[in-house]
């Protein structure tokens, strides 16, 4: 009688759960993540049915059109120009923040008094906004009262035109974003070099292997999944670039620095085809979650090799 007693569920108010919360406390924990998924697919699967349609600014009609946005798209110069653009900004901007980011995490790996009062000031360019940053280098940048071509004019360096021809202009947005951005991959490098077991290091200290010999045959290879998330995040997010070039440059000189969402952005929003607009974000999000599917795949096999399966 007492173990069937003591079997039953008690009130909560005595400190027991019972079985009713037992049974709802899974559906309340996955609760806010349904909302925000919800709160996602509700705007995404609109924009997906506006690239269907011919929804202009100018008019309160609209008709059903299938893919002809896509067939206009696809067979536009523009549209390759964006491509181009975009991915020339993101592999630029992605290779020179990986290998920055990893020099910066090593040099702060050396434990001193130094690389810890930097390690706390390298988050700074992070807690700025893309935009605002980019106004504050847009300022520095100006040809005649500009504080960087002051700077340089004592090498000879002072009559930069930074953002007037379109290989100076692709080079200064890719810096802001280096600027902004290297901090983040140098932290999640940092975090994996202490993650890293100190075993085969002091072995191969025993052994008077050389530091190039360590870092390329046992720090680069079990750091390798680390890089692979931080160059993940960078890239996927480098190919939807807006605020930078916007801000610095409007998409010039001319239209040299039109990326997908800027395209977007001029179709939409100034010339008010707001179904063309859409349909390139479409296009940019199938871009986006192809590469990131492969670069996925890579970091599987990387982390798979790193643990030696």
């Known amino acids: 009688m007492s173990v069937a007693a003591n079997s039953l569920p008690r009130d909560p108010k005595d400190g027991v759960v019972s079985s009713a919360s037992r049974k709802w406390r899974p559906y309340l924990l996955t609760l806010p993540a349904l909302i925000l998924t919800i709160g996602i697919l509700i705007p995404f699967i609109q924009g997906l ?94 040809p005649s009262v500009g504080i960087l071509n002051y700077m340089l004019r004592p090498i000879g360096l002072g009559n930069i035109a930074w953002t007037d021809s379109p290989g100076m202009a692709m080079f200064s947005v890719i810096m802001i974003d280096v600027w902004i951005y290297t901090p983040f991959v140098a932290l999640l490098v940092l975090a994996g070099l202490r993650s890293l077991p100190r075993a085969p290091f002091e072995a191969a200290a025993v052994e008077g292997a050389g530091w190039w010999y360590t870092f390329t045959h046992l720090t680069l290879p079990m750091l390798w999944p680390y890089i692979l998330v931080a160059v993940i995040f960078r890239f996927m997010d480098s190919l939807k670039v807006f605020d930078i070039i916007w801000g610095l440059t409007q998409g010039g000189p001319g239209d040299a620095l039109m990326a997908m969402q800027p395209t977007a952005y001029q179709a939409a929003i100034p010339n008010g085809r707001l179904s063309f607009g859409q349909t390139y974000m479409v296009i940019l999000w199938v871009i986006v979650y192809i590469t990131t599917r492969i670069l996925i795949s890579v970091l599987g096999k990387a982390q798979n090799r790193a643990a030696g399966v």
Do not use: C
């Not at 002809?68 to 991915?87: C, E, K, M, P, W």
């Open 49 to 142: 049915m506006y690239s269907f349609q011919n929804r202009k600014a100018s008019s309160p009609t609209w008709e059903w059109i299938g893919f002809r946005n896509y067939q206009r798209i696809l067979t536009d110069d523009n549209f390759y120009h964006a491509v181009g653009v975009t991915s020339q900004f993101a592999i630029g901007a992605t290779v020179v923040e990986t290998v920055l980011g990893i020099a910066v995490a090593l040099l702060l790996f050396r434990s001193t008094r130094l690389s810890g009062v930097f390690e706390r000031f390298l988050i700074l360019p992070l807690m700025i906004a893309p935009i605002i940053a980019t106004i504050m280098w847009r300022l520095m940048m100006q």
